[in-house]
C-alpha cells in the first residue's frame, strides 16, 4: 500500500499531473448549476483530501531525505558527535533535551 500511496503522490506533486487534479475540480465546479452539488461536494472533498495527502507524503519524503543526509554529514565528519545521528525518531522531550544541550555549548564555545 505504500508504494502505491508513493506512486499516487508522485504522480500528482508534477505540475503537469495536478492539472488533472484542477480539471476536475473546475468540471466538478460547473456541474452545479445542472442541480448535481451534493456531487460536486462530494468530489471535491475527495480531491481535498487528496490534495492533503499527497502533501504530507512529499513533506515525509523531504524530511527524511534531509535527516539521511545530514546524518551521513555528522558521520562523515570524524569531530562531530553521532550521538545526534537518529535523534528524529525520539520523543519530543528527548529532541528538546538535545536541542537545548547543543544551543547551549554553542553559546559557551
Known amino acids: 500500500m505504500n508504494r502505491f500511496l508513493f506512486l499516487i503522490a508522485d504522480f500528482l506533486a508534477r505540475p503537469p499531473e495536478f492539472y488533472f487534479v484542477l480539471a476536475a475540480m473546475v468540471?466538478?465546479?460547473?456541474?452545479?448549476?445542472?442541480?448535481?452539488?451534493?456531487?460536486?461536494?462530494?468530489?471535491?472533498?475527495?480531491?481535498?483530501?487528496?490534495?492533503?495527502?499527497?502533501?504530507?507524503?512529499?513533506?515525509?519524503r523531504d524530511t527524511s531525505a534531509i535527516h539521511a543526509k545530514l546524518d551521513e554529514i555528522i558521520v562523515a565528519l570524524n569531530e562531530t558527535?553521532?550521538?545526534?545521528?537518529?535523534?528524529?525518531?525520539?520523543?519530543?522531550?528527548e529532541i528538546d533535551e538535545k536541542l537545548a544541550e547543543i544551543e547551549a555549548e554553542a553559546k559557551a564555545g
Open 27 to 60: 468540471l466538478c465546479t460547473l456541474l452545479v448549476p445542472f442541480g448535481m452539488t451534493n456531487i460536486v461536494t462530494y468530489a471535491l472533498s475527495v480531491a481535498a483530501i487528496i490534495i492533503t495527502g499527497v502533501v504530507l507524503i512529499q513533506g515525509y
Open 81 to 93: 558527535r553521532n550521538d545526534v545521528v537518529g535523534l528524529e525518531h525520539g520523543q519530543p522531550h
